[in-house]
């Protein structure tokens, strides 16, 4: 049932969001140097690696970590990046990852394939056996100001309550969020 929803969602999402995708496209484009996409490899079900897309906030050459972990992370954006990240614009493209089955709308955010202790601490929950998502139950409650092992206990309340009703509800208070650009630190 998840992944139907998933399917019909992201082809609807799709449909809607064809010209701001292309404009954003145009935009990264005209205003930096390099392609429109990042592609980043991050981590999935069952800790599994997969390419995941995201429209390109930061410079080429920005050393692939969690934004936190840069020490002067507004040096390394974009001149659109700033906008991208608080607008979640650069997130668009993770669609095409819902499609190809990498990535559900909600679950618990891919970690990147270097942030071992999130990847560690997920796996000795039993986070690691979800589909990672375009937003989940952290990302409502909190998004980046949560630290790691936050992270991990909603991540883990998500995986012993998950239901389509409880994604749906995740999904509009994600709508929430970024309307008010709640919890994004970049």
Known sequence: MKRLFDLLLAVLAGCILLVPVLVVAALVRLTSKGPALYWSDRVGRNNTIFKMPKFRSMQIGTPAVATHLLSNPDACLTPI???????????????????KGDMSFVGPRPA???????????????????VPGLTGWAQVNGRDELPIPDKVKLD?????????????????????????RDGVSH
Do not use: A, C, M
């Open 81 to 99: 990046g700033s906008f991208l990240r608080k607008s979640s614009l650069d997130e668009l493209p993770q669609l095409w990852s819902i499609l």
């Open 112 to 130: 990147l394939f270097n942030q071992h202790d999130l990847i560690e601490l997920r796996t000795q929950q039993g986070v690691h056996t979800l």
């Open 156 to 180: 883990v309340e998500y995986l012993q309550r998950q239901s389509l009703w409880f994604d749906i509800r995740i999904l509009w208070l994600t709508f929430v969020k970024v309307l008010r």
